[in-house]
C-alpha cells in the first residue's frame, strides 16, 4: 500500500523516548508504531516465543533422528517420556500466550 499523506505530531522528549521504546519492543519504526495506535489496531508481542519455536525444532530433529535409528535397527528402545515433557511445556506457553492475546484483543 503506497502511502502519500504525512501526519505532523508534537510531542514532549519524555513522550517521544517512551513511544520511542515502545516501537522498538514491537519491533517496529516509529511510523508504524504510532500510526497503528492511532488506530487503534492491536500490537502483540510474544516475549521469547522465537527461543520456544527453536527448542520445539530441536526436540523435532532429535526425535525424527531416533525413529531413523529405530527403523535402521540401531536403536529398539526410545525414551520419548523427556521429549513428551517438553513439547507439553511448549504447549502450555503457546496456550497461554493464545489466552493472553484474546484477553488483549477482547
Known amino acids: 500500500m503506497n502511502k502519500e499523506s504525512f501526519i505532523g ?20 519504526n516509529m511510523s508504524q508504531y504510532v500510526s497503528l495506535q492511532a488506530l487503534e489496531r492491536d500490537i502483540t508481542i510474544y516475549e521469547g516465543l522465537k527461543e520456544h519455536t527453536y527448542q520445539l525444532s530441536k526436540l523435532g530433529s532429535n526425535l525424527n533422528q531416533a525413529l531413523i535409528l529405530a527403523h535402521q535397527g540401531k536403536l529398539t528402545t526410545i525414551d520419548i517420556m523427556p521429549i513428551k515433557k517438553e513439547i507439553h511445556a511448549i504447549w502450555q506457553l503457546l496456550n497461554r500466550l493464545t489466552e493472553e492475546t484474546r484477553r488483549i484483543q477482547g
Do not use: G, H, N, P
Open 9 to 28: 505530531l508534537r510531542v514532549t522528549d519524555t513522550e517521544y523516548r517512551q513511544i520511542e521504546r515502545k516501537a522498538k519492543k514491537a519491533k517496529m
